[in-house]
């Protein structure tokens, strides 16, 4: 096999296999892997992947999360191309619109979830390769090269997909300060790998020489998650911040065999914090900021003991190889201790937008002093405190964030407008309770129409993501704008949560 640039995932991933070949790497209810048998299985679809006349471009992983994927992510880059994660929960209309922007051609998926389209398939849980085959000569790849392709909600009503490097995974996996990552170490893989945090799960877990145990598709929502944290010895896991608060307040003994826990994607409660430190002693917890377009990370808090979990919670320092600047509506550095808009440059940025040059020249600009090197513009708003910590603000722009996952309500609304019996829509976030927010759609019905929110449901549901389809439905004479003739979000009522289905 030709040695990969030791900047790549698989160049660094080669390196810890021939180190320690005989440790688990991968592990699911149904299997498990040591890094050796890893290396073999991923070397030898890769192979097919070439084969297949797919070295290079974009390869699609139509997979829930079990070991099998984890073998075909790698197989992915393995084969010099770049991953595709195609989310089998997503609506049909939704993964052809995904295959289709980013030319992918072949797709990696399992026998109870094709694709039913014109692409090439391979189906991983039937395929057996043969390991013993000649030398692969692995395509070359380089640590700019694109590794994957994140969608992510798009302002213009469409997803935006973000072109991520091997470069900045490398640098995200390798180079954290704020959690310590190795062979010593089991981490949860809990994210969907279409959700960026499944970056940090599988990468920082695999190219340290960690074990990765991977969560069962239905385990979101279960009481089962102590019992497979306690089974697997799980000490390291991600959540999302809704999720975290949800563990904590319902049943936080669950989280007993986890001493390093990352969370993020929202707000995280300082109260939740104090009460996770409090419940296992020597347990790190760590707030995580980071857009999608700079590689899940930007910047990390670790809090380590009760008494430093004041409230509001920092979003912290910037991670290695990250830069962070604070910059005003001119593009100039704000006062020390202003708010501003965050900036983000470094090792982490991402590629950019496939295929969308207008948006990537909108969004990553020059970083400043470093002509050379761009910034990623994050549209949240942030101050740098007297301890040097960054805090978060919120967000300049209507964007929101609902149990993780970073939400374009224009999205939604284009959706809700397609239908023949919505005339208007803004959709927004709104807490069902502290820390749980949820979305809700404002609509202003056609003439004669009537609110029907199960059919409203359905129809959104055959085209979005569970998590981009509203919560509530609330049917309005008119929308409330403000003086400039937008909509005023902030004047929209707060709905009733309980009971009923609008």
């Known amino acids: 096999m030709t040695l990969a640039s030791p900047e790549t995932v698989p160049g660094v991933f080669a390196g810890v296999a021939r180190a320690t070949p005989g440790a688990v790497a991968v592990e699911d209810d149904q299997e498990r892997l040591t890094y050796a048998e890893l290396d073999r299985r991923s070397t030898a679809l890769a192979r097919v992947i070439v084969d297949r006349g797919c070295a290079g471009g974009f390869v699609g992983v139509l997979l829930g999360r079990s070991t099998r994927t984890v073998v075909a992510l790698l197989a992915v880059l393995k084969a010099g191309a770049a991953y595709v994660p195609l989310d089998p929960a997503y609506p049909r209309a939704r993964l052809l619109d995904m295959v289709e922007r980013c030319g992918v051609k072949l797709v990696l998926t399992s026998a109870d979830a094709p694709m039913r389209i014109d692409v090439d398939l391979i189906l991983v849980d039937e395929e057996r390769h043969d390991e013993a085959t000649a030398p692969f000569a692995a395509p070359e790849r380089q640590p700019a090269d694109p590794a994957y392709v994140m969608f992510t909600s798009g302002t213009t009503g469409r997803p935006k997909a973000v072109v991520v490097s091997h470069h900045s995974i490398v640098n995200l996996a390798t180079g954290a300060d704020y959690v310590e990552l190795g062979p010593a170490r089991t981490m949860l893989q809990f994210a969907p790998i279409s959700f960026d945090a499944s970056t940090f799960e599988i990468w920082g877990a695999l190219l340290n020489g960690a074990r990765l145990v991977v969560a069962p598709d239905d385990l979101l929502g279960s009481d089962r998650l102590g019992e497979l944290l306690t089974r697997h010895r799980v000490d390291t896991m991600w959540l999302t911040s809704a999720l975290f608060h949800q563990v904590v307040d319902v049943d936080l003994r669950a989280l007993d065999p986890v001493t390093q826990l990352l969370s993020g994607g929202d707000v995280l409660s300082a109260d939740h914090v104090r009460r996770a430190l409090a419940a296992v002693p020597g347990r790190v917890v760590v707030n995580g900021y980071g857009p999608t377009e700079t590689t899940t990370f930007a910047c990390c808090h670790r809090v380590s003991t009760v008494e430093e979990a004041g409230h509001p919670l920092p979003i912290g320092r910037a991670i290695p190889g990250a830069r962070l600047w604070i910059m005003d509506e001119r593009g100039e550095p704000v006062p020390e201790g202003d708010p501003g808009e965050l900036w983000i440059a470094g090792a982490g ?143 929209l009522p707060v709905p009733t949560w309980r009971g009923g289905q609008g």
């Open 349 to 491: 940025v991402s590629l950019g937008y496939l295929e969308d040059p207008t948006e990537t020249d909108r969004r990553f600009v020059p970083e400043p002093g470093r002509p050379e090197s761009r910034a990623y513009r994050s549209g949240d708003l942030v101050r740098r405190r007297g301890d040097g910590l960054l805090e978060f603000l919120g967000r300049i722009d209507d964007q929101v964030k609902v149990r993780g996952y970073r939400i374009e309500p224009a999205e939604v609304e284009a959706a809700l407008v397609e239908q023949p019996t919505v005339h208007r829509a803004v959709v927004t976030a709104q807490e069902l309770r502290p820390g749980d927010k949820r979305l809700v759609a404002y609509l202003v019905l056609a003439p004669g129409a009537e609110l029907r929110v199960p059919e409203l449901r359905r129809a959104l549901a055959a085209r979005l993501p569970a998590h981009l389809v509203p919560a509530r439905y609330v049917a309005m004479d008119d929308l409330p704008v403000t003086r400039n003739g937008k909509a005023d979000r902030r004047a």
